[in-house]
Nanobody, 123 residues
């Protein structure tokens, strides 16, 4: 089982930047994907983008393209989310997971998920 820990969230003014980190740890890092997600109050969880072992190219969702960038370190145990030109609508809980899409099967969320880190964009 993989443990994921997010960090880097906080309060930032509109137009500001934050870099989030997702660190994976465990006896065996056998995941084939790592992705970033966010969920604002009252809204559905949104997949922002992910890295996959098979397809190493990392894309981000159209909603944040041009402002957000996802990258992964050489050891493939840390996923980053660089967020620039932040807007109030970016306010959300940001999580990482060993999946590219949030899926529920047999009442359980598929994959390993971190606890999340809160990002608040406000003046």
């Amino acid at each position: 089982q993989v443990k994921l820990v997010e960090s880097g969230g906080g309060l930032v003014q509109p137009g500001g930047s934050l870099r989030l980190s997702c660190v994976a740890s465990g006896p065996s890092l056998d995941y084939i994907a790592l992705g970033w997600f966010r969920q604002a109050p009252g809204k559905e969880r949104e997949a922002l983008g992910c890295w996959t072992k098979i397809d190493g190219d990392i894309n981000v969702a159209d909603s944040v393209k041009g402002r957000f960038t996802i990258s992964i370190n050489n050891a493939k145990d840390t996923l980053y989310l660089q967020m620039n030109n932040l807007r109030p609508e970016d306010t959300a809980d940001y999580s990482c997971a060993t999946v590219c899409r949030a899926v529920v099967a047999n009442g359980n969320v598929v994959g390993s998920w971190g606890q999340g880190t809160q990002v608040t964009v406000s003046s």
